[in-house]
């Protein structure tokens, strides 16, 4: 395996691929003992994963922990607020305390450095250059702003990144019924650390949530390449699938409020990997025949009625008319739009 490159490489002032690769899922309705095996596996994967590479640090509820120390208080603790972050080993970076001294200085910075911005550094260039062509006639208003959707597989270019791999662990009992759990895990690492490795590592994170859903019925999740290094729940794409018609939402449960049922009883996106659970095909019946007869896409039905659906293409390199495919079979179950896109 090709070793992983720390963002303290990047030339500081230099333009990088800015994506990062996400794991996310959600569970609910779980017992304790369900939602400690979770849990537990997944710090224990994460654990593993960074074990050669990476400098970790874990915390509970915004103190720093041990692993092991971790592990104890899923089990001891109803409620769960737990994180990861981790850097690649390098020169500077090279035990705790360097990483935590690194941590500092992101978070108040004595030098220029790297910083944070909500539009990507190339959006500017391309926006003056069809500016340049409204006003020499080369081209009208629609055609430009629709120019701006048209682009294959747009990777987005910064000179941002905060840290590197960040991953998250929840769980709080349900309001209507304190025996049962919800919450949920997640995990992202820049695309400029994982060197080339993108396709492997995301076989990674899809073989773990492929071996959990085995086993929790109870779960959605996904793994994606995002434009973004926060949760998510979806890629930048799911803007365009957005329905935001309220016919959609579905009758709650006696005992339990909107917030606690529809983020489970709804997928929220459709990616390059899915796990669909059970509960969430309540929309789509026909999900694993159609699946099956959709060449682009792999499909697997665990016994306990978790279905999961992979794109047969490198994840870094799915574009929105190929996460269409994926949206075409799981539309009437994705969680109905919020998000509209605006003029700026």
């Known amino acids: 395996m090709e070793v992983f490159q720390s963002v303290t490489t990047c030339p500081q002032n230099g333009m990088i691929d800015a994506r990062y690769l996400h794991l996310e899922a959600e569970f609910f309705e779980l017992e304790k003992n369900q939602s400690d095996f979770l849990l537990r596996s997944f710090v224990i994967w994460c654990e593993s994963f960074f074990s050669e590479q990476f400098v970790v640090d874990w915390y509970w509820k915004e103190k720093n922990v041990k692993v092991e120390t971790l592990l104890d208080r899923i089990k001891q603790e109803d409620t769960c607020f737990a994180g990861v972050e981790a850097a690649v080993q390098c020169e500077r970076i090279y035990n705790k305390k360097t990483f935590r001294a690194y941590k500092k200085e992101l978070w108040y910075p004595t030098t220029c450095g790297k910083r944070d911005t909500e539009i990507f550094e190339d959006y500017f260039e391309f926006y003056r250059e069809r500016v340049a062509q409204i006003n020499n006639k080369q081209i009208e208003w629609i055609d430009a702003i629709l120019s701006f959707f048209y682009e294959p597989n747009r990777i987005a270019q910064t000179t ?185």
């Open 160 to 344: 941002i990144q905060r840290l590197e791999a960040e991953g998250y662990v929840t769980r709080t009992p349900y309001f209507s019924n304190a025996h049962l759990f919800n919450g949920e895990i997640g995990l992202s690492i820049p695309i400029f650390c994982l060197n080339k490795q993108v396709s492997s590592v995301a076989e990674q994170f899809a073989i773990f949530l492929n071996e959990i859903s085995c086993q929790i019925a109870n779960m959605n999740g996904r793994v994606a390449v995002t434009p973004i290094d926060y949760p998510s729940k979806c890629s930048g794409h799911m803007k365009y699938f957005g329905n935001e018609s309220r016919l959609q939402l579905g009758p709650i449960p006696n005992g339990y409020f909107p917030i606690e049922w529809y983020p489970y009883y709804y997928i929220c996106g459709a990616e390059w990997f899915n796990v669909i659970s059970p509960l969430a095909q309540t929309h789509l019946p026909m999900l694993f025949n159609d699946a099956e007869n959709t060449p682009e896409i792999l499909v697997k039905k665990h016994s306990n009625g978790s279905v999961n659906l992979k794109l047969q293409m490198d994840p870094d390199l799915v574009d929105v008319s190929d996460l269409r495919k994926m949206r075409d079979l799981l539309y009437n179950g994705l969680y109905p739009g919020v998000e509209r896109m605006t003029k700026k």
